[in-house]
């Protein structure tokens, strides 16, 4: 048993002892009345206590600032890069509508096929039974193949993928600001080079009503980061200037960079609810507004939650104090 790489961190982090058993996550929530399950959940108590914990740890702290990369850190990556070599080597094909490129499909059942493997490559060997279980996460990350489209429901997977990580102790309480500035945000850049390459439809998207066609956690992460930040105001973002000269430190302003990219006309028109969002006087406030609306229209939607998978590590039972 591999008792020296369990003895750093603390409690919380500890790896759970190898006797547990893992299993191959399914869906639990088929029903509007099954939410109430839901939200009752270890797993909805553990999700969100994850995102709220990155959320704190990232507070005032630039993309480019100087944190602790360990060896499964480097390893994600090596993993986000080989989605990103397949979608090189899987070009769109000509097709008659201009939406959902059908090569998503091909690119979609290389992942299929190896998410267990690449899975493989990030824990060590003594924890190689989690791998099925952390790989479904993996798989429903990345967008829907049927239906190919990509949503806050698959951002929300990649999240539980990097959570299940934690509560197996491969990642670490150290790791809080690579799994955001590093990981999350090479998971961001390798959907954004997907839903370009491919046409991918945003899922269950609210139109110009919605926050953002795709993403919902780098708004929230990257609002934290510009908490008293001495210069930078929630009014400034709508200001092309400002986010071409700071895009590269802070997540919010890439994902306002990367609307602009992908849409035309006034953005008051085009993203209506981040247009308000910037009168709100203080990134705090903003923040917390986020927080909030993550809650209401994502966690506690039923059209997203019913796709959601329950296992061992993330788990439909409820809380227990």
Not at 6 to 23: D, I, K, N, V, Y
Not at 243 to 268: Q, R, S, W
Not at 270 to 279: D, G, Y
Not at 292 to 316: D, N, T, W
Request: hydrophobic share 40%; aromatic share 10%; proline share 6%.
């Amino acid at each position: 048993m591999a008792e020296s790489e369990r003895q750093t961190g603390s409690p919380e982090e500890a790896t759970p002892p190898l006797c547990q058993s893992f299993m191959i996550p399914k869906k639990e929530i088929h029903m509007v009345p099954d939410m109430a399950k839901w939200k009752r959940s270890q797993a909805y108590a553990d999700y969100i206590g994850f995102i709220l914990t990155l959320n704190e740890g990232v507070k005032g702290k630039k993309l480019t600032c100087e944190y602790k990369v360990s060896e499964p850190i480097e390893k994600l990556m090596g993993l986000l890069d080989t989605l990103d070599r397949w979608i090189d080597e899987t070009p769109p094909v000509n097709q008659p509508s201009r939406f959902g490129n059908k090569a998503f499909r091909t690119w979609y059942a290389k992942l299929d096929q190896e998410a267990e493997n690449l899975v493989k490559t990030v824990i060590p060997k003594h924890l190689a039974e989690a791998a099925p279980e952390i790989a479904v996460y993996l798989k429903e990350s990345v967008g829907n193949s049927t239906r190919i489209d990509y949503g806050t429901g698959h951002e929300a997977a990649f999240a539980a993928f990097l959570c299940c990580l934690c509560k197996i102790g491969v990642l670490r309480v150290d790791d809080q600001l690579a799994i955001v500035f590093k990981v999350f945000n090479r998971y961001l850049e390798v959907m954004r080079k997907l839903q370009k390459t491919y046409r991918m439809e945003p899922a269950g998207s609210q139109g110009v009503w919605g926050l953002d066609d795709f993403q919902f956690l780098p708004f929230i992460w990257g609002s934290s980061q510009l908490i008293e930040h001495p210069n930078l105001e929630p009014r400034h973002f709508v200001d092309e200037k400002v986010v071409n000269e700071n895009h590269k430190d802070y997540m919010f302003l890439e994902c306002i960079l990367f609307i602009t990219e992908m849409k035309t006309g006034p953005f008051a028109e085009h993203s209506n609810q981040l247009w308000n969002i910037s009168a709100v006087p203080s990134w705090s406030k903003v923040n917390q507004g986020l927080v909030r609306m993550y809650k209401a229209e994502c966690l506690e939607k039923f059209p997203v939650i019913q796709h959601f998978k329950f296992g061992s590590l993330l788990p439909i039972q409820p809380v227990t104090s």
